[in-house]
């Protein structure tokens, strides 16, 4: 049908729609763009991950794949927005909100799409049926590990078949508290309805002179700048301009924020918004095309001739590091920051009899982020001529001081707003569209969005850099660890963004939850022309645990010691005045109870693994693996962050803070801190309203990373309304309204500030100090089945015993574990981003579907070491689960069959490899 005009007519929703098409446009564009049903989300665009699906004639149908000419008038589509409304809820859509389904919420119209169809056809499903049925439907989330929403199902089921009502599913507070509950996030309802709009959609609703952009980007991965011709883009249909480095207004560079200046050799500037002289990575971006419509701009922008020299690429460290490989930042080398772990005496390494001493390599690679809302924004001069950026950041405070000189912009004209943002699981706290938003707008000075589709998000986009480990572990004749010595290289890609903090977490995290008396670990930062590195869930600890976890496994092995004995005799202990490897206490001695709670789950693992092993016919081998994974909760060394509540007219509280929400629940967790602190003076959560995230109009809370919130926002949060009752409050114990407080001339607006300073200051020579306000302590306990003869290892159950503090809000807490665990199985044995050719969609970057993965994913919190220095005893949570699965699931691999495997992906030929050297 080629691109003629045609009518279609469509029963959509129920209601009789006739719309004009072109035959080759899809579905999902049909719905999303002219429609504005944009409850279909698209993710892929590939037909691999099932955000937008709808049910055509009765079949789950994902609408990104499905030409509209191949769709037959008079057929029958629903949509979400045809499931229920958020007046009139569908049993899925509460059991979605009651299961903490919806965490980013980008994933929940298609899977409850797929969910009406089954309950249609099999009211009475299994488990198992369920999660079949949405890995059929290719149903990926990338937040929630899947077994809530196998469970939310199940319940729903049970709804529809007359067994329980929809209030059965939904927690309501009963003495008007929510602390500690399983109370539902505010943002669930709209996720589930499909009314919660993401960027994309967004970009959908502006005005009509808005350009749409395209970026050139690079398709080498290492080249010198010779030319830049524009000009046949220039004269393409519908283009406006085509912007390149020397329309930039300012210095044309990130601000990459050198946090730790000692043995640094870079000054940060080195990341370009649009490249000027180099490319340094694949996917760097050239030249930006604005124009009419995406289509046009994506089309001006294959048009642009880049002229290179293309220089050689290092792919790895050991490539960068080659004697004759030139510098990738001319004038800087390319290793080019170093952090030192000097703790305790020295070591006399030659005193230790070889049985009593290991040494390990072991590689951590690459992990994508694989979040399934591709990356967007969009910019505009607002109504005070502020250069306003919409992204999905999670540090829109942090990001503006790394973007604005940049960019040519005044801090006091900038303003950034984060969207209701899809996963981004840390790849967000760097800037990534933002400052090329920004400067597409100051140079057109009209309302500028840019989409980028799944293969720019994962070809662009930061990744989990990765570590190359060296660690030495001795312990004396009783297996009690004496000494670690590392030798640890970060490869950070190309630029050197925080690439300082990242390494130091080596420094921080090998070896922690041990009582290591002598310590000795040197860790190095390494430009390549790979990936940059950017932050991701856990940052830094899976590289370290990837060392020091597996180099006590080993060792455990070597000296004939049970692996969990090993770890628990050698585990923080107040009784002796246990240090971290920064050589601090710890925020809580809660290790030795952890260990205990844990035993009894680790004995009946070894024991199922025996069974299973004893009923084998060997082929198939089944073991347990242990881990111990640590993470500290804020920036290191100081923190702060900001919080503003105000009694409004109507006597409600508004809330306002930037504590950014990526699906893990900043909403719930300024509600909850909120409430907690108001309901003294008789408030419900019902009389908060939340507004987060807009630079103009809310404080600096500081990012959303590093689980930083709940410890810092969540007390900023607190204090503000603490403050705010203080001042409602009266002599005789009653509150005043709005009315008396402006009669009394009492302000209504309070301010709440939490602040963290490490009682002993970093010393960038050694390492030491006390740098976080609390930490996260976590047990993993991965049985695996291991098929001896392709190399294929499945976790068939996952315990993790945890001790983050008090738990705020159950669903939430199980959720951000939930998902940990998937991305952890993930990182041990399928997800990669080396070969860049390869590794350009989810499927192939590995990313775990629903049968890929346990439903028995089991979470186990101690709860009895409320932390000190934090928000009503909590931790911070989102981190715990990802430090180490990893090095659980290779020991599990080492359990199960004897092969010792030091690097992940852990693919069948790797086990295979590892299978054949036993
Ligand atoms: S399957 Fe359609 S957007 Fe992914
Ligand atoms: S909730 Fe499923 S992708 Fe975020």
Known sequence: MGKGVTKKILNINGVRRSILVRGDEKLSTILRERLLLTGCKVGCGQGQCGACNVIMDGKVTRSCIVPISNVPDFTEITTIEGIGTLDDLHPLQVAWMAYGCAQCGFCSPGFIISAKVLLDENPDPTREEVSAWFHKCRNLCRCTGYKPLIDATMA??????????????????????????????????????????????????????????????????????????????????????????????????????????????????????????????????????????????????????????????????????????????????????????????????????????????????????????????????????????????????????????????????LRMVQNNAGGTFGYKFSPTNEALLGVAALVTQRPVSLNFNMYQTITYTGKRSPGFMNIKLAADDDGKIQALWGRNYIDHGPYSEFGDLLTHRLTQFVGSGLDIPSIRSKNSTVFTNHAWGSAFRAYGSPQAFMGSDIAIDCLAAKMGIDPFEMRAMNCYKESEDS????????????????????????????????????????????????????????????????????????????????????????????????????????????????????????????????????????????????????????????????????????????KGVYTFTASVALDQETGQGDPFPAYMYSIFLPEVAVDTETGKVKVEKFTCVTDVGTVMNKSVVDGQFYGGLVQGIGLALTEDFEDLEKHTNLLRCGIPYPMDVPYDLEVVYQESHPRPKSLFGAAGCGEAPLTAPHPAILNAIYNATGARITRVPAKPEVVLEALKNI
């Not at 952009?213 to 046949?232: C, F, M, P, R, Y």
Request: glycine content about 8%.
């Open 156 to 413: 729903a089921a049970a709804v529809l078949r007359g067994e329980k009502t929809k209030e059965d599913l939904m927690f309501t507070p009963t003495d008007n508290r929510i602390l500690g509950t399983e109370y539902v996030r505010p943002s669930a309802a709209m996720k589930v309805t499909g009314t919660w709009d993401f960027g994309a959609d967004d970009a959908l609703y502006m005005p009509p002179d808005t350009l749409r952009l395209a970026l050139v980007q690079a398709e080498v991965s290492h080249a010198n700048i010779k030319g830049i011709d524009t000009s046949e883009a220039e004269k393409m249909p519908g283009v406006y301009q085509v912007i390149t480095a020397k329309d930039v207004p300012g210095k044309n560079r990130i601000n990459g924020l050198v946090m730790l200046p000692l043995n640094n050799k870079c000054d940060g500037w080195d990341r370009p918004i649009l490249c000027d002289e180099k490319v340094f990575q694949y996917g760097d971006a050239i030249a930006i095309v604005a124009a009419d419509t995406e289509e046009q701009a994506r089309a001006a922008a294959k048009a642009v001739k880049v002229d290179l020299e293309v220089l050689p690429a290092y792919m790895s460290v050991p490539e960068a590091l080659a004697p004759d490989a030139i510098e990738i930042h001319p004038g800087i080398p390319n290793e080019y920051y170093e952090t030192n772990c000097i703790k305790g005496p020295d070591f006399d390494w030659d005193s230790v009899p070889e049985e009593n001493m290991v040494e390990i390599e072991s590689y951590c690679s690459r992990q994508p982020h694989m979040y399934l809302e591709p990356d967007n924004g969009y910019a505009y001069i607002d109504e005070d001529g502020m250069l306003t950026i919409h992204s999905k950041s999670i540090g829109i405070h942090l990001h503006m001081p790394m973007i604005a000189e940049g960019i040519g912009v005044e801090m006091e004209n």
């Open 579 to 750: 240090r971290t490897p920064t050589g601090c206490k710890p925020d809580v001695y809660c290790l030795e109870d952890l260990y205990d709670l844990a035993r009894p789950k680790y004995l009946e693992a070894k024991k199922r693994v025996e069974e299973k092993n004893a009923a084998s016919d060997g082929k198939i081998k089944y073991g347990v693996g242990v881990s111990l994974g640590v993470y500290g909760c804020s920036l290191d060394n100081s923190d702060v962050s900001e919080c503003w509540a105000d009694l409004q007219p109507d006597n409600t509280v508004l809330v306002r803070n930037s504590w950014e929400d990526h699906g893990q629940g900043a909403d719930m967790g300024t509600l909850t801190s909120a409430h907690e602190a108001l309901r003294e003076a008789g408030f419900k959560p019902e009389d908060i309203t939340l507004f987060q995230c807009d630079s103009k109009h809310t404080p600096n809370s500081g990012p959303a990373g590093g689980s930083r919130s709940t410890v810092m926002s969540g007390n900023a949060t607190r204090i503000a309304c603490e403050n705010l009752v203080k001042a409602m409050k009266k002599d005789d114990g009653t509150y005043r309204t709005y009315e008396e407080m402006k009669a009394d001339g009492i302000d209504t607006h309070a």
